[in-house]
């Protein structure tokens, strides 16, 4: 019963979707105030139905309820409770269910807490919010219903993927929904904006928190879906270019693109064109993501459908909704007035200059991403795009906007004096050669660029934080009042130095880990030793053990350093009963930054196997620097100015002013 009453409210849910899609935009048209005063409560009641229909699936799944088709093919009575959870969005059905949900609750925050929003915009966004989730509702409900029945029952499920069954799976597909999800308000704003013809200022200011929020999460999914990748799969390593990887990373760069573009255009009503069109590509990258992952034209540890079916049902939304979008904006764009006249050499000259580069570098991996596939449909000829291509396209655009990135808030608005502004990034300019120089005479000459790189990095770290120094004029005032504007600096300030920050902290993590990681592989014997980086790793032997779900050989490991004890590792092979699916499990001990990494390879027989030891430097800054960068997207929303309208000019509030009164 409550299989069917989920269902039941997935239906409703699509029925209101239909009433989201017409009615308010309708009386935003005619200025009818209660026909766009429908939109909050039936975004509400949406919301509350797709909650209640995932609930009735996560029912299904705790109680191992094998007549529900989706609970047999996922689950099975001896997994673990955490993971009978965690299954119900560890496939295609369940995961779109979730999307879904997401969808909803981002328009029933809108409807919610978008008081301040201009009653038409509001409903127009709504409404585009209303059509994107009647597409995915559509295709639930058509071509992946996550409640079908089973007409005979078996006794037993096939279990969950054995590689999902993680606590990293647990919270990376939320995480990463969260953030593809969240931009389609940003979307639904732009589309809304351009049937409205409202494009100014203040609706930079409202779409800016939806941004961030969405950025926010989907760093964090995206480092989340990186350590999960480096722990479990047993590889060593931590980004593979894999096309599910970029995927996520399209977006994630087109958003940050918007974020940077919607400062300008909140400050000086510029860029307004290309705001806008940046909104509309930021979530069609999302859809192109899920079109990846769904349509089965792409074989991947990350994919979860192979439908052809579904592949052409999310086609055909993918081209509504691109087509569509692109269409409206081809047609009002060239209306839009531009805003203010900036020199080139200003903080918006900078912001446009970042944007520039994020750009060229979504449009490489675009092609780098796609570019075998249509290969591939076209001709039937099959070739692979890897890491060097990327390498070599990716990495030269990101060099020069690390260099100007600590320039951007430390130049004026409307015109900046470069001199000036180097002159305050004096300090952090020292600090990032004499952190080169060290890299040199620590390592040598035998990798030229990783110092280069390390440097790099610490004049991205070291000029956030000359920002911030400079910005409260610290050694001028003295620490009292130093300390006090500090405190009142506004959280955008904060959001800013603090996740450019964090992406200096990425970057030490990615060379470092990358150019001075030390690799061992080797078959060992009991007893056998083998020396990384100052660490003895001793191999005890191996034992087989027996899970709640699987069965496991267990290599034991003694690490000891200078002949003193450190710790004990255990990495092992499992094989998952049920799927009779072998994985790997890494083990992982950090030191500091650093972690010493053993993973598990073949037997050889008498008790030898064959051995992955690494040392890998710094690797933890990795997905450090990935939390602090998201930290400053929430110091940035927490920003007091983000939940009030923007300002009128001054000229603008001058004339008000001197207006005769009615």
Same mark, same amino acid.
């Given at each position: 019963?409550?299989?069917?009453?989920?269902?039941?409210?997935?239906?409703?849910?699509?029925?209101?979707?239909?009433?989201?899609?017409?009615?308010?935009?309708?009386?935003?048209?005619?200025?009818?105030?209660?026909?766009?005063?429908?939109?909050?409560?039936?975004?509400?009641?949406?919301?509350?139905?797709?909650?209640?229909?995932?609930?009735?699936? +996560?029912?299904?799944?705790?109680?191992?309820?094998?007549?529900?088709?989706?609970?047999?093919?996922?689950?099975? #009575?001896?997994?673990?409770?955490?993971?009978?959870?965690?299954?119900?969005?560890?496939?295609?059905?369940?995961?779109?269910?979730?999307?879904?949900?997401?969808?909803?609750?981002?328009?029933?925050?809108?409807?919610?807490?978008?008081?301040?929003?201009?009653?038409?915009?509001?409903?127009?966004?709504?409404?585009?919010?209303?059509?994107?989730?009647?597409?995915?509702?559509?295709?639930?409900?058509?071509?992946?219903?996550?409640?079908?029945?089973?007409?005979?029952?078996?006794?037993?499920?096939?279990?969950?993927?054995?590689?999902?069954? !993680?606590?990293?799976?647990?919270?990376?597909?939320?995480?990463?929904?969260?953030?593809?999800?969240?931009? #389609?308000?940003?979307? #639904?704003?732009?589309?809304?904006?351009?049937?409205?013809?409202?494009?100014?200022?203040?609706?930079?200011?409202?779409?800016?928190?939806?941004?961030?929020?969405?950025?926010?999460?989907?760093?964090?999914?995206?480092?989340?879906?990186?350590?999960?990748?480096?722990?479990?799969?047993?590889?060593?390593?931590?980004?593979?270019?894999?096309?599910?990887?970029?995927?996520?990373?399209?977006?994630?760069?087109?958003?940050?693109?918007?974020?940077?573009?919607?400062?300008?255009?909140?400050?000086?009503?510029?860029?307004?064109?290309?705001?806008?069109?940046?909104?509309?590509?930021?979530?069609?990258?999302?859809?192109?993501?899920?079109?990846?992952?769904?349509?089965?034209?792409?074989?991947?540890?990350?994919?979860?459908?192979?439908?052809?079916?579904?592949?052409?049902?999310?086609?055909?939304?993918?081209?509504?909704?691109?087509?569509?979008?692109?269409?409206?904006?081809?047609?009002?764009?060239?209306?839009?007035?531009?805003?203010?006249?900036?020199?080139?050499?200003?903080?918006?000259?900078?912001?446009?200059?970042?944007?520039?580069?994020?750009?060229?570098?979504?449009?490489?991996?675009?092609?780098?991403?796609?570019?075998?596939?249509?290969?591939? %449909?076209?001709?039937?000829?099959?070739?692979?795009?890897?890491?060097?291509?990327?390498?070599?396209?990716?990495?030269?655009?990101?060099?020069?906007?690390?260099?100007?990135?600590?320039?951007?808030?430390?130049?004026?608005?409307?015109?900046? !004096?470069?001199?000036?502004?180097?002159?305050?990034?004096?300090?952090?300019?020292?600090?990032?050669?004499?952190?080169?120089?060290?890299?040199?005479?620590?390592?040598?000459?035998?990798?030229?660029?990783?110092?280069?790189?390390?440097?790099?990095?610490?004049?991205?770290?070291?000029?956030?934080?000359?920002?911030?120094?400079?910005?409260?004029?610290?050694?001028?005032?003295?620490?009292?009042?130093?300390? %006090?504007?500090?405190?009142?600096?506004?959280?955008?300030?904060?959001?800013?130095?603090?996740?450019?920050?964090?992406?200096?902290?990425?970057?030490?993590?990615?060379?470092?880990?990358?150019?001075?990681?030390?690799?061992?592989?080797?078959?060992?014997?009991?007893?056998?030793?083998?020396?990384?980086?100052?660490?003895?790793?001793?191999? !005890?032997?191996?034992?087989?053990?027996?899970?709640?779900?699987?069965?496991?050989?267990?290599?034991?490991? +003694?690490?000891?350093?200078?002949?003193?004890?450190?710790?004990?590792?255990?990495?092992?092979?499992?094989?998952?009963?049920?799927?009779?699916?072998?994985?790997?499990?890494?083990?992982?001990?950090?030191?500091?930054?650093?972690?010493?990494?053993?993973?598990?390879?073949?037997?050889?027989?008498?008790?030898?196997?064959?051995?992955?030891?690494?040392?890998?430097?710094?690797?933890?800054?990795?997905?450090?620097?990935?939390?602090?960068?998201?930290?400053?997207?929430?110091?940035?929303?927490?920003?007091?100015?983000?939940?009030?309208?923007?300002?009128?000019?001054?000229?603008?509030?001058? +004339?008000? #002013?001197?207006?005769?009164?009615?």
């Amino acid at each position: 019963m409550v299989v069917e009453f989920g269902h039941y409210a997935l239906v409703l849910a699509f029925a209101l979707t239909l009433v989201q899609s017409v009615v308010p935009l309708w009386g935003a048209l005619t200025k009818d105030e209660r026909l766009m005063a429908v939109a909050t409560p039936v975004s509400v009641v949406m919301f509350l139905l797709v909650l209640a229909s995932f609930g009735a699936l +996560t029912i299904a799944y705790l109680n191992s309820d094998f007549s529900v088709l989706n609970v047999v093919q996922n689950s099975h #009575s001896a997994k673990p409770l955490l993971y009978k959870f965690t299954g119900v969005w560890g496939n295609h059905e369940g995961s779109m269910l979730l999307w879904v949900l997401i969808l909803v609750f981002f328009g029933a925050l809108v409807g919610v807490f978008g008081g301040n929003l201009p009653s038409d915009l509001k409903a127009a966004t709504l409404t585009v919010q209303g059509w994107v989730t009647a597409g995915f509702v559509l295709f639930l409900l058509a071509t992946s219903n996550p409640f079908a029945r089973v007409a005979h029952p078996p006794i037993e499920g096939a279990d969950l993927n054995p590689i999902l069954q !993680d606590i990293g799976l647990a919270i990376h597909p939320p995480l990463l929904y969260i953030g593809y999800v969240g931009f #389609s308000i940003t979307f #639904s704003f732009a589309v809304a904006a351009l049937i409205l013809g409202r494009i100014d200022a203040a609706w930079a200011r409202w779409v800016r928190p939806w941004t961030l929020l969405a950025w926010c999460f989907l760093t964090l999914g995206i480092a989340m879906g990186s350590y999960w990748a480096y722990y479990e799969l047993g590889w060593g390593g931590w980004w593979f270019w894999d096309p599910v990887e970029n995927a996520s990373f399209m977006p994630w760069l087109a958003g940050t693109a918007l974020l940077h573009s919607a400062i300008v255009m909140e400050k000086r009503e510029a860029l307004k064109v290309w705001t806008v069109l940046l909104a509309i590509f930021t979530f069609s990258l999302s859809l192109l993501g899920t079109f990846l992952v769904r349509s089965g034209v792409l074989t991947s540890v990350h994919a979860f459908a192979t439908d052809p079916a579904r592949g052409v049902f999310i086609l055909t939304l993918l081209c509504i909704f691109i087509g569509g979008s692109l269409a409206l904006y081809a047609w009002r764009a060239p209306m839009l007035k531009q805003g203010g006249i900036f020199a080139p050499i200003s903080r918006e000259g900078g912001l446009v200059l970042n944007n520039l580069f994020l750009t060229a570098a979504t449009a490489a991996v675009f092609v780098g991403t796609l570019y075998p596939l249509v290969l591939d %449909a076209i001709t039937g000829e099959k070739i692979s795009v890897g890491a060097p291509f990327f390498n070599l396209t990716f990495g030269p655009l990101m060099i020069p906007l690390l260099i100007a990135v600590p320039y951007g808030p430390v130049l004026s608005w409307k015109r900046g !004096d470069l001199l000036a502004a180097t002159q305050r990034l004096y300090a952090a300019m020292g600090l990032a050669l004499v952190m080169t120089l060290f890299t040199f005479w620590l390592w040598g000459m035998e990798k030229v660029l990783a110092p280069l790189g390390v440097g790099l990095a610490v004049w991205v770290m070291a000029g956030a934080i000359s920002e911030i120094v400079t910005r409260v004029k610290f050694f001028e005032i003295g620490p009292k009042r130093g300390f %006090a504007r500090l405190w009142g600096l506004p959280g955008s300030a904060w959001g800013t130095a603090v996740a450019h920050f964090g992406v200096g902290v990425t970057v030490l993590g990615i060379v470092t880990a990358s150019a001075f990681q030390v690799e061992h592989i080797v078959t060992m014997r009991p007893g056998d030793k083998v020396e990384v980086s100052g660490y003895e790793v001793t191999f !005890d032997g191996a034992a087989p053990r027996r899970g709640p779900n699987y069965t496991e050989e267990v290599g034991h490991f +003694t690490v000891r350093r200078d002949g003193a004890y450190v710790t004990e590792l255990d990495p092992s092979k499992r094989v998952y009963t049920a799927r009779q699916m072998p994985t790997t499990e890494a083990g992982i001990h950090t030191i500091g930054f650093s972690q010493l990494y053993l993973s598990l390879g073949e037997g050889r027989g008498d008790g030898a196997v064959d051995v992955r030891v690494y040392f890998k430097p710094l690797i933890t800054l990795i997905w450090i620097g990935s939390v602090i960068m998201s930290l400053g997207a929430l110091f940035s929303m927490a920003d007091r100015r983000l939940r009030i309208g923007a300002p009128k000019p001054a000229a603008r509030r001058k +004339t008000a #002013s001197l207006a005769p009164a009615e």
